[in-house]
């Protein structure tokens, strides 16, 4: 039954990597068309396994299923629908899907649910249009920020506009908050978006952590001149300095243990026969303990400033993102663990998620645990994401284990 149920999944995964706003790669940005278009196709999928549901005030698209009384608190389930540009089909989408299947077999098993069970798939996960990850799990644990309104994306359309444009009113933002005494917690099933467990050849592991991750906007100026006139020792080359710093931010992030990585690198004026005179570029910082991050942080900024400082370059440093480590509930993580164990693993691996999830935002309202799925080589936010069927179907019954324990511990307490 779980092999069967684990090919709808799969194919509903092919379904919503269908809806993308570039035909041949999958891109689904907040508060798109295609957005719309996926929050349809779910909700459906939802009302099937016997979920009420709505959209609430940020975009979530959101399903519940009553307990043995209604309005009860809820164990809430889910994951994102959004994605990066040209993105894997499970990242995120698996989890939701999970989610709603979880919650129909026990539905259809008839269990006395002493909470409600809500299944969310959260409109932006990514910060793919607007550069802020989390704007839905943010808003649905009250912690928004006003100034996000004005956030823009490529053409110059406002975060404000974007909600307007989608038929939502920003002045209703605060409804999509959920109160911490309405949850009981929020469990999330994902793929691991690394090569952990395909190394130990192992389907499932539970979640101790979330990396604490910050990114900033880093600007490199020089002087722009004239690549044949300009004497190597009167250049002041942005371009070569940035370079130097990629180098230094990969050399000291392996030294402290932590996760360091320019993503992003452009040079100005961007002739052939120009020396660059400015350089922009990305950093993106992570690590499972906080001060381990922000320590690694200091060192790359104080090479950054001797290098600029050596080659007569000027450095500054904007801070975009800032999502602090959280720690995964421990009941919640034992219960993932029993819900591994009920497939066969005897002995659940456990380790610390090196990606970010929407759990850094919902910990705000509810204690969090996740649970990680195997994919093949690693790799994800690449259209080479993949998972094996068996993987899925040993995930989806440990996900249903998990909620039946915390069912029976909830009733016998």
Not at 41 to 55: C, R
Not at 82 to 96: E, H, I, K, P, S
Not at 123 to 147: I, Q, V
């Given at each position: 039954?779980?092999?069967?149920?684990?090919?709808?999944?799969?194919?509903?995964?092919?379904?919503?990597?269908?809806?993308?706003?570039?035909?041949?790669?999958?891109?689904?940005?907040?508060?798109?068309?295609?957005?719309?278009?996926?929050?349809?196709?779910?909700?459906?999928?939802?009302?099937?396994?016997?979920?009420?549901?709505?959209?609430?005030?940020?975009?979530?698209?959101?399903?519940?299923?009553?307990?043995?009384?209604?309005?009860?608190?809820?164990?809430?389930?889910?994951?994102?629908?959004?994605?990066?540009?040209?993105?894997?089909?499970y990242d995120g989408m698996l989890g939701v899907l999970l989610a709603i299947t979880t919650v129909s077999r026990i539905?259809?098993?008839?269990?006395?649910?002493?909470?409600?069970?809500?299944?969310?798939?959260?409109?932006?996960?990514?910060?793919?249009?607007?550069?802020?990850?989390?704007?839905?799990?943010?808003?649905?644990?009250?912690?928004?920020?006003?100034?996000?309104?004005?956030?823009?994306?490529?053409?110059?359309?406002?975060?404000?506009?974007?909600?307007?444009?989608?038929?939502?009113?920003?002045?209703?933002?605060?409804?999509?908050?959920?109160?911490?005494?309405?949850?009981?917690?929020?469990?999330?099933?994902?793929?691991?978006?690394?090569?952990?467990?395909?190394?130990?050849?192992?389907?499932?592991?539970?979640?101790?952590?979330?990396?604490?991750?910050?990114?900033?906007?880093?600007?490199?100026?020089?002087?722009?001149?004239?690549?044949?006139?300009?004497?190597?020792?009167?250049?002041?080359?942005?371009?070569?300095?940035?370079?130097?710093?990629?180098?230094?931010?990969?050399?000291?992030?392996?030294?402290?243990?932590?996760?360091?990585?320019?993503?992003?690198?452009?040079?100005?004026?961007?002739?052939?026969?120009?020396?660059?005179?400015?350089?922009?570029?990305?950093?993106?910082?992570?690590?499972?303990?906080?001060?381990?991050?922000?320590?690694?942080?200091r060192r790359i900024t104080e090479a950054a400033h001797e290098i600029c400082e050596r080659r007569n370059l000027a450095?500054?440093?904007?801070?975009?993102?800032?999502?602090?480590?959280?720690?995964?509930?421990?009941?919640?993580?034992?219960?993932?663990?029993a819900g591994i164990r009920a497939t066969g693993d005897a002995e659940p691996m456990a380790f610390w998620s090196r990606?970010?999830?929407?759990?850094?935002?919902?910990?705000?309202?509810?204690?969090?645990?996740?649970?990680?799925?195997?994919?093949?080589?690693?790799?994800?936010?690449?259209?080479?994401?993949?998972?094996?069927?068996?993987?899925?179907?040993?995930?989806?019954?440990?996900?249903?284990?998990?909620?039946?324990?915390?069912?029976?511990?909830?009733?016998?307490?």
């Amino acid at each position: 039954m779980s092999e069967t149920a684990a090919q709808l999944l799969l194919e509903r995964c092919d379904e919503l990597a269908a809806i993308s706003s570039n035909p041949g790669l999958i891109e689904r940005l907040h508060l798109s068309p295609e957005h719309r278009a996926a929050n349809d196709l779910v909700a459906g999928w939802m009302k099937d396994a016997g979920l009420s549901t709505w959209q609430d005030a940020a975009g979530n698209q959101c399903g519940r299923l009553e307990g043995r009384e209604p309005g009860l608190p809820a164990l809430l389930l889910g994951s994102h629908i959004d994605t990066v540009r040209d993105a894997g089909r499970y990242d995120g989408m698996l989890g939701v899907l999970l989610a709603i299947t979880t919650v129909s077999r026990i539905r259809d098993a008839g269990i006395d649910l002493p909470f409600a069970l809500e299944v969310v798939a959260f409109s932006d996960e990514e910060g793919t249009r607007f550069g802020t990850a989390l704007l839905g799990s943010r808003a649905l644990a009250g912690t928004w920020h006003d100034d996000w309104w004005n956030l823009t994306d490529k053409d110059g359309i406002t975060l404000f506009e974007a909600f307007h444009d989608f038929g939502l009113d920003p002045a209703r933002l605060p409804n999509a908050y959920r109160r911490p005494d309405n949850l009981i917690g929020y469990l999330e099933a994902h793929i691991e978006q690394g090569p952990i467990l395909e190394d130990a050849d192992r389907r499932l592991a539970v979640v101790t952590s979330i990396a604490g991750a910050r990114r900033f906007g880093l600007t490199i100026t020089g002087k722009a001149g004239h690549a044949g006139g300009t004497p190597y020792d009167r250049r002041r080359d942005a371009l070569v300095g940035a370079s130097e710093l990629v180098v230094a931010v990969e050399r000291i992030s392996k030294e402290s243990g932590t996760i360091g990585t320019v993503g992003r690198l452009e040079a100005f004026p961007g002739g052939v026969n120009v020396i660059p005179g400015r350089v922009e570029l990305s950093l993106d910082m992570r690590a499972e303990f906080d001060d381990d991050r922000d320590d690694c942080l200091r060192r790359i900024t104080e090479a950054a400033h001797e290098i600029c400082e050596r080659r007569n370059l000027a450095f500054h440093s904007t801070e975009i993102y800032r999502a602090d480590a959280v720690r995964c509930d421990l009941e919640l993580q034992e219960a993932f663990a029993a819900g591994i164990r009920a497939t066969g693993d005897a002995e659940p691996m456990a380790f610390w998620s090196r990606a970010g999830h929407d759990g850094v935002a919902v910990v705000a309202v509810t204690p969090i645990a996740m649970l990680f799925l195997r994919c093949r080589g690693g790799i994800s936010h690449h259209p080479d994401e993949a998972v094996k069927k068996a993987d899925v179907a040993a995930a989806l019954d440990a996900y249903e284990a998990t909620v039946l324990s915390l069912v029976s511990s909830s009733s016998s307490s």
